[in-house]
């Protein structure tokens, strides 16, 4: 098994020195965020016809959010390859691979790169302040589409929601029962969106308190909640929704105060309910 790893790995590199993109320093990729939930046949054809794969490029999978990564690489792999006859490679980038030079030029160099669910804290932690981090983005300004679902979604943002409370019961919950002012737990995310919050398996789990919670700390941003089976593409500043559910976007609070016992409140939100083909811009 890893002499099959080191062949497909020089494989991608070899294919990495073949394809030859310079960075202009101006992201010419693509986002494509999933909400979570089954990736059905019709997503995963929007996301190869947004990736516009060529015979000769190849797909990444990251499945550091991931307890189990190799299921994950497995589940990707079963969801995507009667769509494409490309090669699809996992790289699991632990500590002692953060500075394998193979594996992050076929990084950059790669034309889809796919970000599994799981734990997005854990995908930072074995992403941020190493080579993996900047190659994504050469990956991503050269013109990788760059895709993730649930815990892949939420790494997008340079804001993550992590999903924890800071105040009072801090046990896990997939909403929040409350609406308060300092309870939102944000860390460091890939920034690849930088204006604006994104959280995923929204509607499923009724997770409005927290995209509120979301908002109020960052109130000039729009709060994105993206629902299962359903994905936002990211060209630029241009959103579109894609797939079978919806996508929430709260934003432009008005009369936000926060009151003596630390209690969110405002006058008046902007509130969209989206679905596929509909579109909307980001600052």
């Known amino acids: 098994m890893k002499y099959r790893l080191l062949i497909t790995i020089g494989l991608l590199f070899n294919l990495a020195h073949a394809n030859g993109q310079t960075n202009t320093g101006i992201p010419k990729g693509k986002l494509f965020i999933i909400g979570g939930g089954n990736r059905t046949e019709a997503l995963m054809k929007t996301l ?33 390859k009667t769509l494409c006859g490309n090669t699809i490679a996992n790289l699991n980038f632990t500590a002692d691979k953060a500075n394998n030079h193979l594996w992050l030029d076929s990084l950059k160099n790669a034309k889809l790169i796919f970000i599994t669910g799981g734990d997005q804290i854990r995908f930072m ?6 080579p993996v981090y900047d190659a994504i983005h050469t990956a991503y300004n050269k013109g990788a589409t760059i895709a993730g679902t649930s815990a892949g979604a939420a790494v997008m943002t340079r804001q993550m929601l992590t999903g924890n409370e800071l105040l009072g019961d801090t046990v896990y919950h997939e909403t929040f029962k409350k609406i308060i002012s300092g309870n939102i737990d944000i860390k460091e995310g890939l920034g690849l969106v930088d204006s ?15 995209l509120i919670s979301a908002l109020a700390k960052y109130p000039s941003y729009p709060c994105i909640g993206i629902d299962e089976s359903t994905a936002i593409i990211v060209q630029g500043k241009k959103i579109t929704v894609t797939g079978e559910g919806q996508v929430v976007v709260l934003s432009k609070p008005e009369g936000l105060v926060i009151n003596a016992n630390g209690q969110i409140k405002w006058k008046d939100v902007k509130m969209a309910i989206l679905t596929e083909g509909d579109g909307f811009d980001i600052p």
């Open 125 to 130: 932690k074995a992403v941020l302040h190493t």
């Open 196 to 210: 604006a919050i994104i959280d995923q398996h929204f509607i499923k789990r009724s997770r409005y308190n927290r």
């Open 48 to 80: 190869l016809q947004t990736a516009g794969l060529g015979t000769k490029d190849y797909i990444v999978v990251l499945p550091m959010s991931s307890a189990e990564p190799d299921s994950s690489y497995f589940y990707f792999t079963e969801d995507i």
